[in-house]
Structures are given as structure tokens and as C-alpha cells.
């Protein structure tokens, strides 16, 4: 029996959906949320819903019933909030005897990185290694929906795009690919391994904005700016402070080469490439961003 939790986000909805369309005949497919609102949705591609809370453990004792493998989608949140309720997930798996352990974790663990995400998902990564089951890491390049989602904010606003990542060149990946080389990995009889899932190319931001705006016909251009100038922006978007710490040494990791790298690892797993930025972009949705209208005539949503 195959569990998959966030069934209802983004990303675990994609999976579920994926893996629902691939599984083998008679393989029982269990969707798990921490919210039952819209278990009607989720039940048709899943056999049964399950509510999976990682802040309320007695959930966890009764959705992990039966299952032998099992995806942990990471969840957002503070950096110590999300340790802990990622382990309230694993050890709850372990208990009810689970046997095989998937995870959502991150491009950059690397324990010298500046990127406290990176330190949240290591974390968890030497948590899952440590125990006595078969496990697979999923490790996640940098969202291509992320990035292309802040470029439409800048060209609604004044066409620049700001951001502290110097001149790196990331390998950005769509999370709908991330979602069906998820699906990929839990339906493979493979573990003790860790996919490192890149795009298909290295892109630099001022590419990206180029990308953006031969797709939409807005002008849009990049703008590299320091951790203090990155930081005063963020403070004026009223984000919080470990929000805004976040961003900064998210910014120094890439800016330090820890999320810079190309891999194989998608289309050894999917068996083809990820889609390439041009071809990704007009599939996502970004909002009030149009071909061909101009910036100043777009409304900020």
C-alpha cells in the first residue's frame, strides 16, 4: 500500500496524481492531508483519504496504518517548526512499521552551506538514513515556478527584478517534473539512494528575465544587488525576520556555488529531459501576466 502526504498542495497533489494515473493494477494508493475539507477531490485518484497532521502525532498513528511505502512532502514553516514535524512524520512511519521511506528534501544539503533550508532538509535526510529502512531522497533543484513567480512581480511593478544571487547560473526545474520524478521513484523498487533533480540547463537571472520577456512581451530586466539591499526590500514587503535571514543565506548558497550543478538524475529516472525554461513558462500560472500586454497595464494581483 502506497501513502502520499500534502496530497493537497502542489506538489503532493501533482504526485498523487501521477502515481494514480501509473500504479499497477490493484495497488492500493492512499492520500494523506492534514485537512479532510476536500477529501472528496483527492478520492477520485487515491483508494482512500487519510488525515496526516505532522503537528498532531495521533493522526499519524492511524493514516501510516498498512502502508509500506511512503512519501514524506516536506512542509513549510519556521526552520525548528519544520525539523520537528518532520520527525513527528518518521518516527510515526517507523512505528507503524513502515517499510519503504520517500522524501521531498533539497538540492543543496551540504553541510558548509549558508541556506538554513539546507540545514533543515540535512537534517531530516540523517534522520531517515540513520533508521533501519529503505529510503530514497528526492533532492529538489530550485523551483522554476518560484523564480519565474518573482520575475512577473517585478515586471507588474517597475520591470527590474532584484535579487542578491550575483551572476550564478541555477538549473532550474518545473515542480510539475519534480512531481512526475517523484511519482517515478515511488513506483521504482529502488532505494538507499538520493536523485539529485536539476532542469535540463543553467540559468543566470538576467537569462531568466530575458526568457520572460520574449515569452510574455513584457520588459523585464535583472538587477544584482547586495544582502543589505536584498534585505531593506524584503523588510518593505513586511516579511518576517527569519523569513528575510532565510532569503539572504539562500542567496549566499547560490551565490557560493552549492546550487549551481547539472544532473542526469531526472531523465535516468523519468527516462527524458525536464522541460527547458521556454517551454516551461507558458504552462505556469503567474498571476496577471499576459502576452502582449504591456507592464504598466497590468494590474499587481
Not at 1 to 22: D, E, K, N, W
Not at 53 to 77: H, K, N, Q, W, Y
Request: glycine share 8%.
Amino acid at each position: 500500500m502506497i501513502g502520499i502526504t500534502g496530497a493537497s498542495g502542489y506538489l503532493g497533489g501533482r504526485i498523487l496524481r501521477s502515481v494514480a494515473a501509473q500504479r499497477p493494477a490493484g495497488q492500493p494508493l492512499i492520500a494523506m492531508t492534514r485537512r479532510l475539507a476536500n477529501a472528496a477531490e483527492l478520492k477520485r485518484f487515491a483508494d482512500d483519504v487519510r488525515q496526516a497532521d505532522f503537528a498532531a502525532p495521533e493522526t499519524l498513528d492511524l493514516a501510516f496504518r498498512g502502508i509500506d511505502t511512503l512519501l514524506i512532502v516536506s512542509v513549510e514553516g519556521r526552520d525548528e517548526e519544520r525539523i520537528r514535524l518532520h520527525r513527528n512524520a518518521l518516527q510515526a512511519a517507523l512505528a507503524r512499521g513502515v517499510r519503504r521511506i520517500l522524501y521531498t528534501s533539497f538540492f543543496d544539503v551540504d553541510p558548509n552551506s549558508p541556506s538554513s533550508v539546507a540545514r533543515v532538509h540535512r537534517m531530516m535526510e540523517a534522520d531517515l538514513m540513520s533508521s533501519d529502512v529503505d529510503w530514497v531522497m528526492l533532492r529538489d533543484g530550485p523551483y522554476a515556478d518560484n523564480f519565474a513567480k518573482r520575475v512577473a512581480e517585478a515586471a507588474r511593478q517597475d520591470g527590474i527584478f532584484r535579487m542578491a544571487a550575483g551572476e550564478a547560473r541555477l538549473p532550474l526545474i518545473g515542480r510539475a517534473d519534480l512531481a512526475e520524478a517523484a511519482a517515478a521513484a515511488v513506483l521504482s523498487d529502488r532505494s538507499q539512494v538520493a536523485w539529485r533533480l536539476s532542469g535540463a540547463e543553467l540559468l543566470g537571472c538576467a537569462e531568466l528575465c530575458a526568457a520572460f520577456s520574449e515569452t510574455f512581451g513584457l520588459s523585464v530586466r535583472y538587477e544584482a544587488i547586495s544582502d543589505d539591499e536584498q534585505a531593506t526590500d524584503l523588510q518593505r514587503q513586511g516579511l518576517r525576520t527569519d523569513l528575510i535571514e532565510r532569503r539572504i543565506a539562500y542567496g549566499r548558497a547560490i551565490r557560493e556555488g552549492y546550487m549551481t550543478s547539472l544532473t542526469d538524475d531526472f531523465q535516468d529516472l523519468v527516462g527524458r529531459q525536464p522541460m527547458r525554461i521556454r517551454d516551461l513558462l507558458p504552462t505556469l500560472d503567474l498571476g496577471a501576466v499576459r502576452q502582449g500586454v504591456p507592464t504598466n497595464e497590468v494590474k499587481a494581483s
